[in-house]
């Protein structure tokens, strides 16, 4: 079974510049999670979709960050403009509608604001 | 709200010794308690996870974990360390939210491993 896949892996932007994530999660997923790390904290809880109804978005940090999911499958993350303190490594994980099902992460990308 | 704390930052081992890593999570209800590793260069690895059931979970790589509930802690362990284990270790406490785990990770734990 393929994994979570991410794209791409690295990104290198300047402040004010746009960039879009995209998440693809593991087939037959409802769950899409995305999570960030920034500067070697801890990751941290941004968003989940079920299907493609965002069902928490408490942790988007402001709204220059856009999520959608259309039509359930992949999930694209848009920084818009992007500023220095938005670097760090984006995470995005899935899972099946169930209590005991656990999240697979994807490998990240990496995304630096110059 | 849950909290997760990793005490140790940086661990370093020699191979073939024990390594445990230590886990202490703040939730009010039981917990879900996940442990996932980090390789350079590669994504998060689910290592294992604590629903319900026997406190002593097993999972990939020879690790293991075990939940106290009395101590609020689910510390990780492996009897022998390879140079492949070199990797930063993270706990996770989930909590069941809107048909999702909603996780909060520790800091986590950076392991090297010694020749």
């Known amino acids: 079974e393929a994994g979570v896949t991410q794209f791409p892996s690295h990104s290198v932007i300047e402040k004010g510049q746009t960039v879009t994530l995209r998440c693809d999660p593991i087939?037959?997923?409802?769950?899409l999670y995305w999570y960030r790390r920034v500067m070697g904290k801890e990751i941290k809880f941004l968003l989940h979709?079920?299907?493609?109804?965002?069902?928490?978005e408490s942790g988007m940090p402001n709204n220059r960050f856009l999520a959608e999911r259309t039509g359930g499958t992949y999930s694209t993350l848009k920084v818009q403009p992007a500023e220095l303190e938005d670097s760090g490594v984006y995470f995005c994980?899935?899972?099946?509608?169930?209590?005991?099902?656990?999240?697979?992460f994807g490998n990240g990308t990496r995304l630096t604001v110059t | 709200a849950q909290s997760v704390t990793q005490p140790d930052i940086h661990i370093t081992v020699s191979e073939g010794a024990s390594l445990e890593l230590r886990c202490n999570y703040s939730?009010?209800?039981?917990?879900?308690l996940f442990w996932y590793v980090q390789s350079p260069g590669q994504g998060l690895q689910l290592l294992l996870k604590?629903?319900?059931?026997?406190?002593l979970v097993q999972g990939i790589k020879g690790f293991e974990a075990e939940f106290k509930r009395s101590q609020s802690s689910f510390n990780l362990r492996k009897p022998s360390v390879h140079w492949s284990d070199a990797a930063e270790y993270f706990c996770?406490?989930?909590?069941?939210?809107?048909?999702?785990?909603?996780?909060?990770f520790g800091g986590g734990t950076r392991v090297l491993v010694k020749p």
């Open positions: 994980a899935s899972s099946q509608v169930q209590r005991n099902s656990p999240l697979h």
């Open positions: 087939s037959g997923h409802d769950n």
């Open positions: 979709f079920v299907k493609e109804s965002k069902q928490d």
């Open positions: 939730y009010g209800a039981t917990p879900y």
């Open positions: 604590y629903f319900s059931g026997d406190t």
């Open positions: 996770a406490v989930g909590v069941w939210k809107a048909a999702g785990n909603k996780l909060t």
